[in-house]
Each structure stands twice: as structure tokens, then as C-alpha cells.
């Protein structure tokens, strides 16, 4: 691909990573976004599109317009919410959506950037409901990644960690994704006992180290889609935060609003926890896990590797968001 500026074909733009994205695309690219049915604001056109239906829902001309008048697509539509009731949408826009993406990419004879996750290298094998959920999600992940590896247009596939989100402003409520679902729990008072140690770990980075990124993958894939294809890790690695970090941040912000922090009980245990404390046992790892590989810094353009100096605000400001929900009222 050597349009410059290039023109991008952008799924899942109202999402928490698409909303971000598009309007650092828009201001050097003309943007395409595929929609259910209303406008995406800021990108330069819409298409109403079904992802879950063969051929996007597109008569076979609109589709061959659309392949005519896009160099590359981004994939950022996906649904992650873990619980079972996603358990059928995880199969229609997770696997359907990708492979029907990616066969408009092979229509379009473009090269793709798609957003996966570090659950597609992860298993949950215990049968509990919350395990159950988790799992269905990273098969479905797992399976989007082995479509785009058949492929044969060139595919870059980045596993995201966790994303820290520091704006109120953003698509969805952040306390309705892990961690912020901890932070919320945690700024309430209501945990009293967690199955973990404070030295157990999460891999997270700040969404806009995301966007920076991705950024720089779609610039890479213009210049060299080849050897830019395959697997990329968008990962705090070594920097990786701790449940120690978690318990700072949330006290400091308390503190700030004259309010104490409830320490809950840290209890380690193999044992499969209940509720959270469930949650949080799959979440995070323990001490001695080998942390998650990271290619962040890897890419021209892109972010430099993720510093622990870099996180921890990006960490506040989480823990900030999800208070100002619970404390509006309260001056900080």
C-alpha cells in the first residue's frame, strides 16, 4: 500500500479503543467507518454494515465499492464483556465478524490491523461460571487470531493487555471491565477478603499507549505489510503493576477526599474463590508468573516500552475516574 493519505476502513469506531483511535486516524487519513446504523461522528463517511452477516449485510455491489475504495482495515470491533450471557456474541462479532472482515480484506486485496487480546494465549480450565466466561472469551479470541493467520492478505495482530482509561468521556462505563470493576469494589469499602497476595500481578497499559501504537502498526503495515504481519504484544511486560499498587492508588485518592480505605484480608490460596474474589484470582497472576511479552518501543513511530514511572499515573487516573462516580460530590 502507497496512498498517502491512506484511505481506512475502521470497525468498532464507537468502542472504548475505536473512539480513541479515530480521530488521530481522521486527522491523517480518510477514514471509512462500518456502523450498525447511525453516523460515527468524526470519521469521513459511514457504511451500516453487519458484521455478523456474510458479506457485511452489503449487496454484492456496495461491497465490491466498498473493497475499491479502501488500502487497508482496522479491526477493532469485539466483544469482551465476561459473563456467559456474552457467550453468543462472543461467537457472532468475535469469530463471524473477523472472518467476514477478513473477507472483505481479501476482496479488497488490503492488509489488516486487528485488535486481539493477551487472552487469546491464556486457558481457564476450572469449571466455574466466571472460568466458563473467561475462556469463552479467549477461545473466541484465539480463534479470531488463527482466521487472520490463515489469511492470506497480510494480517498484524495486536494482543492489548489490560487498558487502563483516564477520561470520563469515553464509550463505555469503565466500571464494567477489569480492573475498574476491583477499583469500584475497592473505593466502596466492600471487599473484606481477597484470595491473592498484594504482590500478585496484572499486565495493564494506559489506552493511549494503545492508540500510539496501533498507530504505528498501521503506519509499519503501509510501508512493509509483510514483515509487519503476524504477532504483536502491546504489553507492560517487566513494568507490570501489582494489587500493592492497586491498594496505593485507591488509598491515596481516598485520602485526597477525606476518606479511609478499607484493607480487605489478603488470603492466597489455589482454591477457586467466590464472586471478586473469583474475578480477581483469574485477573491477576502470582509473583513468580513470567510476565507477558512485550514488543512496545519495537515499532518506528510507536511508544517507547512501558515504564512502571508511566503506569502508576495512568493508574491514578483510573482509580480517579471510577471514583468520580461514586464521589461526585465531594471536591478533590
Same mark, same amino acid.
Request: charged fraction near 20%; include cysteine; proline fraction near 8%.
Given at each position: 500500500?502507497?496512498?498517502?493519505?491512506?484511505?481506512?476502513?475502521?470497525? /468498532?469506531? $464507537? !468502542?472504548?479503543?475505536?473512539?480513541? =483511535?479515530?480521530?488521530?486516524?481522521?486527522?491523517?487519513? @480518510?477514514? *471509512?467507518?462500518?456502523?450498525?446504523?447511525?453516523?460515527?461522528?468524526?470519521?469521513?463517511?459511514?457504511?451500516?454494515?453487519?458484521?455478523?452477516?456474510?458479506?457485511?449485510?452489503?449487496?454484492?455491489?456496495?461491497?465490491?465499492?466498498?473493497?475499491?475504495?479502501?488500502?487497508?482495515?482496522?479491526?477493532?470491533? /469485539?466483544? $469482551? !464483556?465476561?459473563?456467559?450471557?456474552? =457467550?453468543?456474541?462472543?461467537?457472532?462479532?468475535?469469530? @463471524?465478524? *473477523?472472518?467476514?472482515?477478513?473477507?472483505?480484506?481479501?476482496?479488497?486485496?488490503?492488509?489488516?490491523?486487528?485488535?486481539?487480546?493477551?487472552?487469546?494465549?491464556?486457558?481457564?480450565?476450572?469449571?466455574?461460571?466466571?472460568?466458563?466466561?473467561?475462556?469463552?472469551?479467549?477461545?473466541?479470541?484465539?480463534?479470531?487470531?488463527?482466521?487472520?493467520?490463515?489469511?492470506?492478505?497480510?494480517?498484524?495482530?495486536?494482543?492489548?493487555?489490560?487498558?487502563?482509561?483516564?477520561?470520563?468521556?469515553?464509550?463505555?462505563?469503565?466500571?464494567?471491565?477489569?480492573?475498574?470493576?476491583?477499583?469500584?469494589?475497592?473505593?466502596?469499602?466492600?471487599?473484606?477478603?481477597?484470595?491473592?497476595?498484594?504482590?500478585?500481578?496484572?499486565?495493564?497499559?494506559?489506552?493511549?499507549?494503545?492508540?500510539?501504537?496501533?498507530?504505528?502498526?498501521?503506519?509499519?503495515?503501509?510501508?512493509?505489510?509483510?514483515?509487519?504481519?503476524?504477532?504483536?504484544?502491546?504489553?507492560?511486560?517487566?513494568?507490570?503493576?501489582?494489587?500493592?499498587?492497586?491498594?496505593?492508588?485507591?488509598?491515596?485518592?481516598?485520602?485526597?477526599?477525606?476518606?479511609?480505605?478499607?484493607?480487605?484480608?489478603?488470603?492466597?490460596?489455589?482454591?477457586?474463590?467466590?464472586?471478586?474474589?473469583?474475578?480477581?484470582?483469574?485477573?491477576?497472576?502470582?509473583?513468580?508468573?513470567?510476565?507477558?511479552?512485550?514488543?512496545?518501543?519495537?515499532?518506528?513511530?510507536?511508544?517507547?516500552?512501558?515504564?512502571?514511572?508511566?503506569?502508576?499515573?495512568?493508574?491514578?487516573?483510573?482509580?480517579?475516574?471510577?471514583?468520580?462516580?461514586?464521589?461526585?460530590?465531594?471536591?478533590?
Amino acid at each position: 500500500m502507497t496512498t498517502t493519505p491512506a484511505r481506512i476502513l475502521i470497525t /468498532g469506531a $464507537s !468502542g472504548v479503543i475505536g473512539s480513541r =483511535l479515530l480521530p488521530v486516524l481522521a486527522a491523517r487519513h @480518510r477514514i *471509512t467507518a462500518l456502523t450498525r446504523s447511525r453516523p460515527v461522528p468524526g470519521a469521513h463517511r459511514s457504511v451500516p454494515a453487519d458484521l455478523t452477516a456474510p458479506g457485511l449485510g452489503l449487496t454484492p455491489a456496495d461491497r465490491d465499492r466498498l473493497a475499491g475504495e479502501i488500502d487497508l482495515i482496522v479491526h477493532c470491533a /469485539g466483544v $469482551s !464483556g465476561f459473563s456467559l450471557d456474552n =457467550l453468543e456474541l462472543f461467537e457472532q462479532i468475535n469469530v @463471524r465478524g *473477523t472472518r467476514h472482515v477478513l473477507d472483505l480484506a481479501m476482496r479488497a486485496d488490503v492488509p489488516v490491523v486487528m485488535l486481539s487480546s493477551t487472552s487469546a494465549a491464556q486457558h481457564y480450565l476450572e469449571p466455574d461460571p466466571t472460568s466458563q466466561a473467561l475462556q469463552a472469551y479467549a477461545d473466541s479470541k484465539r480463534r479470531a487470531e488463527e482466521l487472520a493467520q490463515r489469511c492470506p492478505q497480510p494480517v498484524a495482530m495486536i494482543r492489548t493487555a489490560l487498558l487502563l482509561i483516564g477520561s470520563a468521556a469515553e464509550a463505555a462505563d469503565p466500571r464494567q471491565q477489569f480492573p475498574p470493576v476491583l477499583l469500584d469494589s475497592l473505593l466502596r469499602g466492600r471487599v473484606r477478603r481477597l484470595p491473592v497476595s498484594t504482590e500478585h500481578w496484572f499486565d495493564a497499559i494506559a489506552v493511549e499507549s494503545l492508540v500510539e501504537y496501533t498507530v504505528a502498526a498501521i503506519a509499519a503495515m503501509s510501508r512493509a505489510a509483510e514483515s509487519t504481519a503476524g504477532v504483536h504484544w502491546a504489553t507492560a511486560g517487566t513494568a507490570r503493576l501489582t494489587m500493592g499498587d492497586v491498594l496505593d492508588a485507591c488509598s491515596a485518592n481516598l485520602d485526597q477526599r477525606g476518606k479511609p480505605l478499607r484493607i480487605p484480608e489478603f488470603t492466597p490460596t489455589t482454591e477457586p474463590g467466590r464472586g471478586l474474589g473469583r474475578l480477581v484470582q483469574l485477573g491477576l497472576f502470582a509473583p513468580e508468573t513470567q510476565p507477558f511479552p512485550s514488543t512496545m518501543g519495537a515499532l518506528p513511530g510507536g511508544p517507547e516500552r512501558v515504564r512502571r514511572a508511566d503506569l502508576l499515573p495512568a493508574l491514578a487516573a483510573n482509580v480517579d475516574l471510577v471514583a468520580q462516580g461514586l464521589f461526585p460530590a465531594v471536591p478533590v
